[in-house]
């Protein structure tokens, strides 16, 4: 039973740090894209 | 009173072969792992850390209880990650007028990141010269982040390695202090592209292959945050 309440939690902490690292990246992403902007409307 | 060392005779056999394997594998991933963190000798050091790996891996296969491979991989990326941060920006602090550091440093900027090539070793505070990189905020972020991240890091890596209850820990505090590093410093470096993109061999492109590698030990958390706690001692 309490096993059972354990791995709920942890399945549960696991999505959370997987949607965490989905923000993470795509705002590395953003990052990446505007960089890639910047360079297309600069002289570098 | 008189002690008694008692002997289990099968299970302290197994215990005995399970450390010995252990070992002789690590030894082989430590001296790769090593020249894969000086950055120059990585090319060396990854056919080492593989036969290391093969050898645990073929230990776990013989049966024998060695450290689980997903920890053994997480340990070692990070050992690399932080050597790598902590040895090239200290030279680029301490050691900026030193050969190596000018060649490989600032041809490395020439290529990926002006911040390392354009007007190299000229940064000054005052009167006095710092030297190394001169873009903006760049030393600011080399101090704070082998002090704060990069150093207890390695130290973190070392303690999981040896399934140590505060390397997991550690581990996780400066996998979040990534968090700040990498929401922090790739702005800083947005801000001032002007500088670190103009007139290198591959502008943006360049800088994010080579360094999505560091951005990875993020992938770490979930593991770290959801394995069984008990696996490491206190």
């Known amino acids: 039973m309490s096993k059972k309440v354990v791995s709920e939690q942890d399945r549960r902490r696991k999505k959370a740090m997987i949607v965490f690292q989905i923000l993470l990246y795509s705002y590395l992403i953003g990052l990446f894209l505007f960089q890639l902007h910047l360079y297309s409307i600069s002289d570098w | ?119 190299y070793n000229e940064l000054k505070m005052g009167p006095y010269t710092i030297g190394g990189a001169g873009a903006p905020g760049e030393k600011a972020w080399e101090i704070s982040l082998i002090l704060a991240c990069f150093c207890p890091r390695l130290a973190a890596a070392i303690g999981l390695l040896q399934m140590k209850r505060w390397g997991q820990q550690w581990l996780i505090v400066t996998c979040w202090m990534g968090l700040i590093v990498w929401i922090g410093y790739n702005p800083n470096m947005t801000f001032y592209a002007d500088v670190r993109y103009a007139n290198i061999t591959f502008p943006v492109l360049g800088w994010w292959i080579y360094d999505i590698f560091y951005i990875t030990p993020f992938l770490a958390l979930p593991y770290l945050h959801t394995v069984n706690r008990e696996i490491f001692t206190d």
């Open chain 2, 1 to 119: 009173m008189t002690t008694t060392t008692r002997s289990f005779g099968a299970y302290d056999a197994h215990q005995d072969a399970s450390k010995q394997a252990q070992w002789r594998a690590d030894k082989w991933m430590i001296v790769g792992t090593l020249l894969m963190g000086t950055g120059v000798l990585g090319i060396f050091g990854l056919p080492l850390f593989f036969y290391g790996l093969h050898l645990q891996m073929q230990a776990a296969k013989a049966g024998l209880s060695v450290r689980p491979l997903i920890v053994t991989l997480i340990g070692y990326l990070v050992i690399i990650d932080s050597s790598l941060n902590s040895l090239g920006w200290a030279m680029d602090l301490f050691a900026n007028h030193s050969l190596i550091n000018r060649v490989l440093t600032a041809g490395w900027g020439a290529v990926f990141d002006g911040g390392y090539f354009w007007h």
